[in-house]
């Protein structure tokens, strides 16, 4: 019987985790980078998460994915700071194990088998094995996959492929090294490469058929190395809806098919927007980038999406919109919508009469305010810029460079609603509506002070109240 993953603690003790793991301020993270059991970007990716609770929530599902002999290493990093945690999980393996034992004797006593006895199928004819393998061929050499085989895993190293390349962009040099990115289709689907080997520019030739050895796919591209070759291959034709479904460009879907679709899927949507967070800028991949969050609508059903980019910027409430290129992607919260845009998205302004009985979503929803969790963050003086931080002195928004005299000091709040329904319901709170909020129960304003913010919110703890919201909170009312 296998062993239980010692990381399978981890999602029976979510709970546990998310009230007592502590990320901020202790060496965790650092330390399982150094040991490699994360990456660099998914470190960044958790650290571009405001609130703790997804932060840990990140990390914990990464954790999980990992092989069993890497959890001696989260042990480690536990050590010193957070022995409490370290002491909790060790009690729970050593109940889990303990009762793993029990059932391996259980099993054994309900069936015991001698080890003592033979039967003539336990006894091989080695003439007949050797005469076998004499007449069969060893199997050598890597396995020829298939796009679609690993499209939708996290990752896959050592690829071998047979691809057309479909497209074929400018060489650049990043990080003193030059590169450039592809297309590259099979019979099955399509996906970009990045190319870093100089030794296979010249192999990558558009409308050229390539075998592909040793690449390895992170999950949204794949990646040449020192180990990667590429030699010309036999021709063959790629059907054109084969990079459309790919990469979503072709045929739109209905918002009601979206859930069914696999994660890691490409598809275009069609909607009218009626919903829409403000525009404002967060990381993403290590760049800073506009955002907006919208709700979708057809006549199938309605669909949260993150927008990102220019897209974000050219969304506008009521619009009827062709989305092309999104994706659908696993989230590390349920408040997180499940589809996003990409690089590759594009957006179509339809006419004004299609779904024109689908009407804007104004409506409130109502719940009772249980967690919050407060950012501070500078800022620019001019008022139309306080979702904005500033990177090295300069506004997100309006690009000025703000003196340290002139800059102002935010807050952000991120609330947890416990909805009717009984489910949790996290929220971005920007400071106007911060200071709207705490006016509806009449208390004094806290300031810009990180520590008065908090404790105003923790004296409305259980207090109920209506919002509107798209991710960021627009309104509040009682």
């Known amino acids: 019987m296998p062993s239980v993953n010692p990381f399978s603690i981890l999602q029976t003790q979510r709970t546990y985790l998310q009230k007592h793991l502590q990320l901020k301020g202790t060496h965790l993270l650092d330390y399982l980078l150094e040991k490699n059991v994360i990456t660099p970007r998914q470190l960044e990716d958790i650290e571009d998460i405001p609130q ?26 536990l050590e010193g700071e957070q022995d409490h945690v370290k002491d909790h999980l060790q009690g729970c393996l050593d109940k889990v194990s303990s009762e793993e034992n029990c059932n391996i004797d259980v099993e054994m006593e309900e069936d015991p088998e001698s080890m003592d ?103 949204r591209i794949l990646f040449t190395k020192p180990s990667s070759t590429a030699t010309f291959a036999m021709e063959f034709r790629v059907p054109k809806e084969v990079t459309a479904n790919a990469f979503g460009t ?13 994660d890691m899927s490409w598809f275009k949507l069609r909607g009218k927007i009626v919903k829409q967070s ?42 009827v919109v062709e989305v092309g290129s999104c994706k659908k992607r696993q989230t590390s919260s349920p408040d997180d919508p499940c589809v996003t845009t990409t690089t590759k998205s594009s957006v179509k302004f339809l006419t004004s009469t299609l779904l024109k009985q689908i009407q804007k979503d104004r409506r409130y929803q109502r719940g009772t305010l249980v967690g919050t ?91 109920t109240v209506k919002f509107q919201a798209c991710g960021i909170v627009s309104k509040f009312k009682l």
């Open 52 to 77: 703790t609770s997804k932060k840990i929530s990140k990390l914990l599902t990464l954790l999980m994915k990992r092989p069993p002999h890497e959890f001696e290493h989260f042990m480690t990093g």
């Open 373 to 463: 969790d407060v950012t501070l963050y500078m800022s620019c003086p001019n008022p139309r810029c306080f979702r904005y931080q500033l990177t090295d002195g300069q506004c997100e928004s309006c690009l000025r460079q703000i003196p340290d005299r002139d800059q102002l000091n935010y807050g952000v709040a991120s609330i947890d609603i416990l909805t009717q329904k009984g489910n949790i319901h996290s929220l971005t709170v920007y400071w106007t509506q911060l200071l709207k909020f705490f006016r509806l129960f009449k208390k004094t304003q806290p300031g810009r002070d990180k520590e008065k913010i908090v404790k105003t919110f923790n004296d409305l703890w259980n207090k």
């Open 278 to 319: 403000p525009l404002t800028k967060r990381k993403c991949f290590g760049k800073v980038l506009s955002y907006c969050q919208v709700k979708l609508k057809d006549d199938t059903g309605s669909v949260y999406v993150d927008v990102w980019g220019d897209i974000a910027e050219q969304m506008q409430l009521g619009k």
């Open 117 to 219: 006895e033979f039967t003539e199928n336990d006894c091989g004819d080695d003439t007949d094995d050797e005469s076998v393998e004499s007449d069969s061929e060893e199997d050598i050499g890597q396995p020829l996959k298939l796009i679609k085989e690993f499209k939708m895993d996290p990752e896959e190293q050592d690829v071998t492929l047979h691809v057309k390349v479909m497209k074929v962009g400018q060489v650049e040099e990043k990080s003193n090294k030059r590169q450039f990115m592809a297309t590259v289709a099979d019979a099955t689907s399509a996906v970009d490469i990045c190319v870093r080997e100089e030794t296979l520019f010249d192999k990558f030739k558009l409308e050229g058929c390539i075998i592909l050895r040793n690449v390895t796919w992170t999950g």
């Open 250 to 262: 072709g045929d739109p879907v209905t918002i009601s098919k979206v859930c069914s679709l696999p």
